[in-house]
């Protein structure tokens, strides 16, 4: 069955970095594109982009460029979402979630979300 | 960007009674050359991950019960549910994929009376 299983939660001082995994199963993963989803405490769901599996090439909404990198491992089904200079602002969920490559069906399966704290 | 603007933000229904909520776009989110809607329904359960409900307006995802329905086009959308059960309380959220980047309507919470 397609599973999307995410690392765990972390907890980051400001100014430090975090990388993210979501390891992908159970399908083909270079035919699906993997989008990444912000949801801050108590707020609700933020897109911040996705990466198409097949050629690699990432792309970022407004306000996620800069700090934010999504990158591959296709021999692993991986992909990843790494942070930068981590803000207190950057405290949510993360969540990966798998779309066709043409972004035209919805995301139809989620990983279970990582909680990124960041806290002096 | 396109905005989606959910209503109401909350609201509390009887069991077995119908549930409406709604979602309008800033902007069309109907590709013309296939007729097809670019608009998606979530469900989000509290610490769970959002599920897919509906994509295209009106398609229901495999496994959704036929109690949910999506319906409209263009700009004005709607999620129905028929016969409100128990474990339908939830947020939910509409969300447009017909352009980059995609945007989320802020969430309508659906609760018990």
């Known amino acids: 069955q397609v599973q999307l299983v995410q690392s765990g939660s972390e907890l980051k001082r400001p100014g430090a970095s975090i990388k993210v995994s979501c390891k992908a199963s159970g399908y083909r993963f270079a035919g699906f594109a993997i989008n990444w989803v912000r949801q801050a405490p108590g707020q609700g769901l933020e897109w911040m982009g996705w990466?198409?599996?097949?050629?690699?090439?990432?792309t970022y909404a407004q306000g996620f460029t800069g700090r934010f990198v999504f990158s591959l491992d296709t021999s692993l089904g991986t992909a990843y979402l790494q942070i930068s200079r981590l803000r207190a602002e950057d405290t949510a969920v993360y969540y990966c979630?798998?779309?066709?490559?043409?972004?035209?069906?919805?995301?139809?399966?989620w990983g279970q979300g990582t909680l990124v704290g960041v806290s002096s | 960007d396109i905005v989606m603007t959910q209503s109401p933000d909350s609201l509390a229904v009887s069991l077995g009674e119908r549930a409406t909520i709604y979602c309008k776009s800033s902007?069309?989110?109907?590709?013309?050359?296939?007729?097809?809607?670019?608009l998606a329904w979530y469900q989000q359960k509290p610490g769970q991950p959002p599920k897919l409900l509906i994509y295209?307006?009106?398609t229901r995802e495999s496994g959704v019960p036929d109690r949910f329905s999506g319906s409209g086009s263009g700009t004005d959308f709607t999620l129905t549910i028929s016969s409100l059960q128990a474990e339908d309380v939830a947020t939910y959220y509409c969300?447009?994929?017909?352009?980059?980047?995609?945007?989320f309507g802020q969430g309508t919470k659906v609760a018990i009376k």
């Open positions: 979630a798998r779309d066709t490559q043409w972004l035209d069906r919805g995301l139809d399966f």
């Open positions: 990466i198409n599996t097949s050629t690699g090439k990432p």
């Open positions: 969300q447009q994929h017909y352009r980059t980047p995609q945007t």
């Open positions: 295209w307006a009106s």
């Open positions: 902007q069309t989110v109907l590709l013309s050359s296939n007729n097809k809607n670019y």
